[in-house]
């Protein structure tokens, strides 16, 4: 037997159940008499090895193996549907600080990361290796069999590497760090000291990365302007209205503010200050505007115009479910081909307090594939449709449709254009300090969402939040 093995031997049978600093400095002296005592018995044992006794007890690298964790998805109904993800162990790398012994992940890793059962491999210097067992006041080491062994790394985990001499050890602290932040969870920051002042009915959009606050004083258009959403500036006076228009119809068709008066006329104004009538086409409601069209409701049927002159029927079915307030048409590029754009109408209406009101269309410049609105009935075949939310808002954000209201305290979420929507409980939530009871506006720019609302104080609060993608 080797003085090498010998001392592998000795230490797991002494060292690694370490003893009180008090003990363990009574018996150091005897412990050391007695490895000089083996030296000397076993020397004519290494005639033929060249081995190498040395202090040295240093930990060069760490890797881990690959880390799979249950990740918890929102169902329909709001509950959990867990599915599992795995982290490449290769991708995970550690930084190693031989001052003072500390080893860290140099990346946070996911939030729904499963630290409980990790399986490392050290590479070190030195001949016995251990790890100390994490949980407050416990001073003993237990033996690891490096690679095979799992460690649970929800907290720091103390290890020690024994040199070759049996006697010198150093001691490393080992973390692997992971994010404090659930993933695909939106995190909000506040914009401080804003000068935006919004009344209860209100309307945030952005137009050429700029954002424009519509709001209504006392029967009077107010219009902000901001870059950031912090230094806003407002016009002294508008001009062109015959009479107060509706704020919730403001919408933006072909790079150009349109509004609906309350005498049923339709404003245009470029930068939402000076207004002029836009058609001879009177509406009952105004309900947007996509790519293609800009579209009414005159009492009886839903109108499409693409230049506000020429106007066609397109929508005359379940005319009855047309939204009566908390209005929104929201259109993208469809995912199979970008001509062609997925628009979607919500709203409410008294004709059905059960579910809000969600209409959809192909929209397209070619007359022959252009669709007209379809309503999207509310049967027991769905039994998710949007719910009917006092104050609704709904705005796209990432390909997605959101929509908010009633305590304004839950996103509901929509992939499928509006036909089905899901309760999110946890990790995609509105600001914390939103209100319940007023209107909350939300747009979707540079990657955020950024909200606003009028506080019951008669502040006003501006947020904006961002998904971690971790």
Known sequence: MSIQKMFVFLHDNYILCKMKNSVLNRYKSVFAMLLMLVAVAFAGCITDEETEVTPECYITGLTVKDIKSAYHQPAYDGSDSVTYRTISGGTIKFHIDQLKGVIT?????????DLTEVYPTFSYTGVIFARKKAYMGDDMYYAFNNGTDSVNFTHPVEFMVVGSDGISTKHYWVSINKSSI????????????????????SQLIVK????????????????????????????????????????QSVCIFKDSFYALGADGQIYSSAEGTAWTAASAEKAVKLLGADKYYIYIFDGTNILASKDLTNWEVNGDKDIEMIPETNISLISYATKTNTALQASVLTGLTSKNTNAATVWYKISADDELTNQSWNYIKVTSENPYPLPYLEGLEVFPFEG??????????????????????????????????VEAGNHANAVEKDGYIWMAQRLADGSTAVWKGRVNKK
């Open 400 to 433: 997605e449709l959101y929509a908010m209201g009633a305590g304004n305290s839950v996103f509901y979420r929509s992939s499928d254009n509006g036909i089905t929507w899901i309760k999110l409980t946890r990790h995609i939530l509105p600001p914390a300090a």
């Open 182 to 201: 659930a993933s695909d969870s939106l995190v909000w920051a506040d914009v401080k000291d804003h000068n935006l002042s919004l009344t209860d009915n």
């Open 105 to 113: 992940s140099v990346d946070s890793l996911p939030n729904w990361t």
């Open 208 to 247: 050429n990365g700029q954002f424009y606050a519509f709001t209504d004083e006392s029967g009077t258009l107010k219009v902000s302007t901001s870059a950031n959403a912090k230094d806003w500036t407002t016009p002294a006076t508008l001009t062109g209205f015959a009479k107060p228009i509706d704020i």
